[in-house]
């Protein structure tokens, strides 16, 4: 039979179909070349890792399973296609899990749930009661544990958006007043003999050198909880019970 396609336009149909293929082997040349530019996406986990062999039948099913698993984590162009989902999830859909995003400059996230913005601007701040009943219930606390022999360090750890201010929203960013950190920390130094631990300063001192806290997640990185490590072996004592709150 004879195509009623003329040949001078079959020329469209190749190039699309040859796009298609490409399209569908790139996951695979990925896997063997490499190529896909795209920065690791901050899991919080550990990826899944090649399984064994199996040593015979009776392990078939188990090694299947982890292959499976491990292609899951592996495959080629995961990154760019994870980055991209990500993207599309908080600009074109706005899922659920992603309204409590607030974007900040040259890509920085930040969460804006639990009244952040409040928190940060200083709209929300402490009552002397409420700071009253934080010192009294850190020293009910450090009187429990002192009666056993145990010295007490209550630690704060900070949020993202109080070492990283600087890339926030413009509409946002100058608008920083005094947060309930600020208070919280002044009050114990004047009222309490707690020993309460800011780690802000160690880890805005340690932010010039390289990132301290991960650009698309609200948890520090590897480096920022090293800080933070140093920074409560420094200030602790022998045997004693470090709190992070």
């Not at 004879?2 to 001078?8: A, G, L, Q, V």
């Not at 336009?9 to 795209?38: A, K, Q």
């Amino acid at each position: 039979m004879t195509s009623i396609i003329p040949p001078k336009r079959r020329w469209p149909n190749r190039v699309l179909i040859s796009l298609f293929i490409l399209f569908l082997l790139l996951p695979v040349l990925d896997m063997g070349f490499h190529f896909d530019p795209t920065r690791p996406p901050s899991e919080n986990r550990l990826l899944a890792a090649l399984p064994k062999p199996p040593g015979g039948l009776a392990g078939l099913q188990k090694f299947l399973t982890g292959w499976e698993t491990y292609f899951n984590d592996h495959f080629g162009c995961r990154r760019c296609l994870v980055l991209w989902h990500n993207k599309l999830k908080w600009s074109l859909f706005r899922e659920k899990n992603t309204r409590n995003v607030l974007m900040g400059i040259d890509g920085w996230m930040f969460m804006s749930d639990n009244q952040m913005i409040e928190h940060f601007r200083g709209a929300q701040p402490f009552l002397e009661a409420d700071l009253q009943q934080w010192q009294k219930l850190l020293e009910r606390r450090r009187d429990w544990l002192a009666a056993r022999g145990i010295n007490y360090l209550f630690v704060l750890a900070p949020d993202k958006h109080t070492v990283y201010p600087e890339y926030l929203p413009p509409w946002l960013k100058d608008l920083g007043g005094r947060t309930k950190a600020d208070q919280f920390f002044a009050y114990m130094k004047v009222h309490s003999t707690v020993p309460v631990l800011d780690l802000r300063p160690g880890l805005l001192a340690g932010k010039k050198s390289a990132p301290v806290y991960q650009k698309t997640d609200t948890h520090w990185n590897e480096l920022g909880a090293f800080l933070a490590y140093q920074q409560v072996e420094l200030n602790r004592f022998a045997g004693s019970v470090r709190e992070v709150f």
